[in-house]
């Protein structure tokens, strides 16, 4: 398994002095760490874990966001005894989003397996972007937390985001 440290801190949850440098620089998160030393321990029960690649994780109030490449994400939702392992381990509900996906496909993932109708970015006046998403049904039918993904958008990619229901 490939992750932000090297496979022999993922497998002890030490972390050598490089890798510590890292992460005191900022290039590598606390949340990194914790998400490769899981996956790792994963990894030596499952054979399909042991091809993933972490490209970086976060954490947001109770719930982990992975960064993994698309062909991970795609086995993990066609097993769902694979998933349901992940989230076991993780302890807490785990979201996967493409390292390589566009700022449309980052949103998509975060709001799976709701359907989202449209991704739009708008600059402000003051040089901000904003990138606004439509989100398929009703607020009152659909079960996601807005704001928690808004969250997620921001701490994985500094997006600001602003989600609408479809009018109907």
Avoid: W
């Avoid at 499952?46 to 698309?70: N, P």
């Avoid at 989230?87 to 785990?94: A, H, T």
């Amino acid at each position: 398994m490939k992750s932000p440290i090297c496979p022999f801190d993922a497998k002890s949850g030490v972390l050598c002095a490089r890798c510590d440098e890292k992460l005191h620089a900022g290039t590598i998160t606390q949340d990194d760490v914790e998400a490769a030393v899981t996956l790792t321990r994963i990894a030596n029960k499952s054979q399909d874990v042991d091809k993933f690649t972490l490209a970086k994780a976060a954490r947001v109030d109770d719930e982990y966001v992975l960064v993994l490449r698309r062909s991970d994400i795609m086995s993990i939702r066609s097993n769902p005894a694979l998933a349901a392992r992940i989230e076991k381990e993780f302890r807490q509900k785990v979201h996967y989003t493409e390292s390589e996906a566009s700022e449309r496909g980052f949103v998509e993932s975060l709001f799976y397996p709701a359907r989202v109708l449209s991704v739009n970015q708008f600059y402000l006046p003051d040089g901000n972007k904003v990138t606004k998403a439509v989100i398929a049904g009703s607020k009152g039918k659909q079960k996601i937390d807005v704001e928690k993904i808004q969250r997620m958008a921001s701490a994985v990619k500094n997006i600001e985001l602003l989600v609408e229901f479809e009018q109907k």
